[in-house]
Nanobody, 120 residues
């Protein structure tokens, strides 16, 4: 169906920046929305930012003004630019895509996750 490949995680000092990317491939008929979630071990997976086909964007309050989500529709890729990173941003970040894989069938797809660690 649809496969997601993420990249861009790593270790960064507080105040630093990272850029995550996620590319969707496979049997894609139409992408409805793309988003980033994050999860700390033992806690629920939380929405960080989302962008839909119309370009509407939502951010979690904790990242507003620091993170920027964008997408390249031609490349089926979503990005998350993370600036002014804090230790509390440390988590595994997951890409999420809602997509039609036929003209009638759709599903939610998840990436494998990429680790972000913010520490001095």
């Amino acid at each position: 169906q649809v496969q997601l490949v993420e990249s861009g995680g790593g270790l960064v000092q507080p105040g630093g920046s990272l850029r995550l990317s996620c590319t969707a491939s496979g049997s894609i008929f139409r992408i409805v929305s793309m988003a980033w979630y994050r999860q700390v071990q033992g806690k629920e997976r939380d929405l960080v930012a989302s962008i839909n086909a119309g370009g509407n964007i939502n951010y979690a309050d904790s990242v507003k003004g620091r993170f920027t989500i964008s997408r390249d529709n031609a490349q089926n890729t979503v990005y998350l630019q993370m600036d002014s990173l804090k230790p509390d941003d440390s988590a595994v970040y997951y890409c999420n895509v809602y997509a039609y894989y036929t003209n009638r069938q759709w599903d939610a797809f998840w990436g494998q996750g990429t680790q972000v660690a913010v520490s001095s």
